[in-house]
């Protein structure tokens, strides 16, 4: 079965350091892969993706995604993680059939992030 | 741009009654989805569309859910009758015609069902 994995339920991280939540995924062929944003009260924000070319994807408020793969994964970082990046983050990949691609999400269980002051 | 507005943002009712949800999609995109997220399930995908013709509704959880789309700039959720495990937080979500298929999504529905 096509799926996400999101193997942390929460990332703790000092305001200043760098940030990685983690993803890995299960689809035939080649992933589009995609991260999005939740904040309290509010609906998922697209953050970046992966359709092809270069493995490390640069996305929104500094954030980037590095795709791997032969560890079927899809990291995200930031190298300076704000107080203000504390949310649940959600990884994503786009189902698969034999022809292409759907435009059906698979989304993970998400990872909430808290940076601490 | 306004986005993807949903309507109601918030709304109480009681067991049994029937409950309505909307959604406007952002103009010119012809997808549109209907997710579901709980903190039991977390984010599941209960129908989406393509122009305006429902593609998938195998996460419609029973026949008491229906959902319709009469037209690109609108469509409804249904729940009749309402239960207490119908509480959760519904979004709408569009995306436009490209190979991408970027979702985006709207502020969400919080339904609670007393």
């Not at chain 2, 209907?34 to 998938?56: A, K």
């Amino acid at each position: 079965a096509q799926s996400v994995a999101q193997p942390e339920d929460q990332v703790n991280v000092a305001e200043g350091n760098p940030l990685t939540v983690k993803c890995t995924y299960s689809v035939s062929g080649n992933p589009y892969l995609f991260w999005y944003v939740q904040y309290p009260n509010r609906g998922l924000q697209f953050l970046l993706k992966y359709i092809t070319g270069d493995n490390l994807v640069k996305g929104s408020y500094g954030f980037e995604a590095e795709f791997n793969k032969s560890q079927t994964s899809f990291h995200l970082k930031k190298p300076s993680a704000l107080v203000s990046d504390s949310a649940l983050y959600f990884c994503a990949v786009r189902e698969m059939y034999d022809g292409g691609a759907t435009n059906k999400l698979i989304f993970g269980t998400g990872t909430l992030l808290a940076v601490q002051p | 741009d306004a986005g993807v507005i949903q309507s109601p943002r918030h709304e109480v009712t009681e067991m049994g009654q029937e409950v309505t949800l909307r959604c406007k999609p952002i103009s010119g995109h012809d997808y549109l989805f209907w997710y579901r997220q709980t903190m039991m399930r977390g984010l599941e995908l209960l129908i989406y569309f393509n122009n305006n013709v429902p593609i998938d509704d195998s996460g419609m959880p029973e026949d008491r859910f229906s959902a319709k789309m009469p037209n690109a700039s609108f469509s409804t959720l249904k729940i009749q009758p309402s239960e207490p495990r119908d509480s959760a937080v519904y979004f709408c979500a569009s995306s436009p015609p490209t190979e991408t298929g970027e979702l985006f999504f709207g502020e969400g529905s919080r339904l609670t069902v007393l």
